[in-house]
Each structure stands twice: as C-alpha cells, then as structure tokens.
C-alpha cells in the first residue's frame, strides 16, 4: 500500500495507516481479508496475490466486494477470476472492478536504475561472495523448513538468502520458530545469509536467480524479476490442524518434493537464460501498469469523487460479455441464419457461460422440436444459473407437464414456489400443475 500512499501524499492528502478497521475515514483503502468499509468512498484490493487460492476461482463468495466503491485487481489473470464469478453480486463493487495493476511492482519498475542501485547496495551490505543466489522466502516457517532449505543447498558455490516475512506479535509460535531458525543458521557457512524481515521482498527478488517457497505469493511476485520460482509441495503449512501439505496452483510455478530440491535448483542454474526467459512470458499475464499502478488508482479515486469520466474503464463481467454474444446469436437465428446463430449459442454453452439465457433459449428450441430430455436439461442449467430462476423455472414446469412427469414438475414448482409467495406467473404454473393432475393420462 506505501506506493498509494506516497502518490496521495504527493498530492496532499493527509495519509494514516491503521489495522482498525472500525477507523472512520474520508477515503478508505483496504487490503483485508473479508471486511467491510467505514469510509465515506472505499477501494478495496488483495492483499496478497495468492489470497484464497485455496477455492479459486470462487473468491469473491468469501471475500464480498459489493460494499466497495471501487474494486482492484492486479493483472489479466485476476480479471479472469473475476469475471467469471462477476455474475455474483457480492463479486460487484458499486463503480466497478479496474485492472490498475500492483502497487507492489513500482517500487521496480517506476526506476529500474533506482531499484538497481538500492539491489546493489543490499547485495555489498549481505557480502554476497559467488555469482548466483538463491532466496528462501516461505508463507509460514514450521517444521524445520529453512532448514530443509540450507542442508539442501549450502554446499553449492551460491549465495543462500534467508526472507522471513515480517510477523507480528500476533503469531507468537510462527516467531518462535523464525528465531529458532536464525539461530541456527547465523553463521553457519558463509554462503548464507539472514536477510531483515523489514526489507522489500522486492530488493531480495532483485538479487535472485532462484526463489524457493511453499505456497507463498512470491511465486507470483518473482515474476516481475523474471525470476523463476520454484514451490516445495510436501513443505507443511500450518494454517489448520492437522498441518496440510502447501498447494500451488500456478502453472508457471515448478513443483518439486524436499528430497529434490538440490537437483531442481541445480537444473535451473545449469540454464538460467532459458528458465527468466520463459518466466518472463508469463509477467504481463499477471500484472497490468508496471510502474504506474499507484499512479493509475489515485487518478481513478479523484476522478470518481469528482465526478468526473474515469480515466480506465471497469472491467466488463464475462456474463455481460456474452449475454451481449446471445442477444447477437439470438438476432441471426431471427433473421434466418439458424446454424450461424445455434453454433455461436452451443460454443457458449460448451464453454459453460454464466449466461443463464443461452440455456434457457437452447431448452425451449429443443423442447419445440420434441427433443424433450434436451430441452429439461438445458433449463434445469438455466435455471441454476440464473440469479432469478422463475423464468427457466416456469418453462421446465410446462416440460414436465407436458410428459406428465409428476415428480419432476413438483419438484419443479416446489423450486418456484421458494422463489415468490405469490405472483401471476406462480398461480399459472399451478394452474399447468394441476392440470396435468386432472389429466386422465397423468403419469404416477
């Protein structure tokens, strides 16, 4: 958040950071795990690019965005999670979503000869000795990890880096072990080396050509560096009980267990061009406005409290994106070009849209063609799909009345009825039930 705050600063805003999240402010800015605002305009953003990717992509339905002003997400792939969960209110931020970038990333890019200046000062101070580092950065330290990490690697002609992250006096046992740790490996060959919790991860990156951790958002991190990361699976993270092996669902990350760990980091550094240069293809992926992040949220929180057009447009959710797409499918079946608008509408619904209208459309077309197991389970879909299933509702009722399937209908109209009290469209579709009861062919 420091980037935000010094672009505001600059501008002459009166900055205060604060873990209360009952503070009252004018303007709040919030990287918090579910929170809500107590601010008079409010921008909510990660705290860390790896939040809850435990149930990825389904975020925003632990971590609600719809009491913010303003959402933010770091890069395209951010944009990506979003958009297909953008059909959840809780994923929808008042003014919207804005792909603005991570402020994190202008301490680098912003000046690279500035940030290569303060990398360099780091690496005199440590006395790096060999060509090539190796950083340890973990989420949590538990169970002897940064010692797994040096008896692999200390042998190697490499400088080792040992990053803790800064805890706070809140996880008393996660310290406990940092200590532990440090004390044991203080001096214990000369190629490694403690680095200060307090110092950017980003300087650290600076100096590596490996980045070694458990789960940690680094691995995504490392990215703006070119620097390749490498994840330890059967390393244990703490964060329950039992302890569960880390999870890594990042597919430029490489995966090794403990007992592999030398051999992966030798195989990396054997080729360091090749392994940046395919690190390097996945940075724009994960990051948008390189250098100008804090630059890019600061114009956009002025020019909505202003009043005034927003400098970067919000992001389109998928399902507006392609309920744009049925009404285009939609028209050319309309107009006589059935097979062009029916493939548009089964690549969509292939591609599982949360366009519940695409199915709701399919399921009436096959039930007018008389493929009636189709036409049930294409609005049996629509009507999971849509945030108010009364319509596809209605429309499976009729099918099912119509086979004079009676269980189905009910349960059905049962599914209506949680729907609305009362309404015309409720005491038709019992109407149709009913009917199909009196009907001397009704099926038991």
């Not at 979003?82 to 991570?102: C, E, I, K």
């Not at 202008?106 to 360099?120: P, Y």
């Not at 990890?145 to 690697?153: E, I, P, R, T």
């Not at 919000?314 to 006589?336: M, N, S, T």
């Amino acid at each position: 958040m420091e980037p935000i705050a010094d672009e505001a600063a600059r501008r002459g805003y009166a900055v205060r950071f604060t873990e209360d999240m009952g503070e009252r402010a004018d303007i709040g800015v919030y990287c918090q795990h579910a929170c809500r605002p107590n601010a008079n305009f409010s921008v909510i953003t990660l705290h860390d690019l790896a939040q809850r990717h435990d149930i990825w992509p389904r975020f925003w339905q632990t971590e609600p965005w719809n009491d913010f002003d303003i959402g933010l997400v770091p890069g395209e792939t951010w944009v990506d999670r979003w958009q297909s969960q953008a059909d959840f209110p809780v994923a929808r931020p008042r003014l919207g979503l804005f792909n603005l970038g991570w402020p994190k990333a202008d301490l680098v890019f912003r000046s690279r000869t500035r940030f290569a200046e303060a990398a360099a000062e780091l690496r005199q101070k440590l006395g790096l000795q060999h060509e090539h580092s190796v950083l340890y950065a973990p989420s949590w330290e538990n169970d002897g990890k940064q010692d797994d990490f040096v008896k692999a690697l200390s042998e190697l002609p490499v400088n080792l880096l040992l990053k803790q992250a800064p805890w706070s006096n809140d996880y008393p046992m996660v310290l406990e072990s940092i200590r532990a740790m440090n004390a044991l490996h203080r001096g214990c060959a000369p190629n490694v080396h403690i680095i200060d919790p307090d110092v950017s991860i980003m300087y650290c990156l600076g100096l590596a050509d490996v980045l070694v951790s458990d789960e940690s958002s680094v691995l995504t991190e490392a990215l703006l560096l070119d620097v390749p990361g490498v994840a330890v699976v059967d390393w244990l993270i703490p964060d329950r009980i039992p302890s569960r092996f880390a999870e890594v669902p990042y597919d430029y990350v490489i995966k090794t267990q403990k007992a592999d760990l030398r051999q992966t980091v030798q195989e990396i550094l054997a080729a360091p061009a090749a392994y940046r240069a395919a690190t390097a293809q996945v940075k724009h992926q994960q990051f948008s406005n390189l250098g100008q992040s804090a630059k890019a949220i600061v114009d956009t929180i002025e020019a909505a409290l202003g009043g005034h057009p927003l400098p970067y447009p919000p992001c389109a959710p998928r399902v507006d994106l392609d309920r744009q797409q049925f009404r285009l499918a939609e028209a050319l079946i309309q107009q006589g070009k059935a097979s062009e608008g029916l493939q548009q509408l089964f690549a969509m619904a292939n591609a599982g849209t949360a366009c519940w209208e695409v199915f709701n459309y399919l399921g009436l077309l096959a039930y007018d063609e008389g493929k009636i197991d189709d036409a049930a389970l294409f609005l049996e879909v629509a009507a999971d799909r849509a945030p108010d299933p009364r319509a596809p509702l209605a429309n499976l009722i009729d099918l099912q009345c119509g086979r004079q399937d009676r269980e189905k209908a009910l349960a059905a109209l049962g599914a209506y009825m949680q729907q609305t009290a009362t309404s015309p469209q409720l005491f038709k579709a019992i109407q149709v039930f009913l009917h199909m009861l009196n009907a001397p062919s009704a099926a038991h």
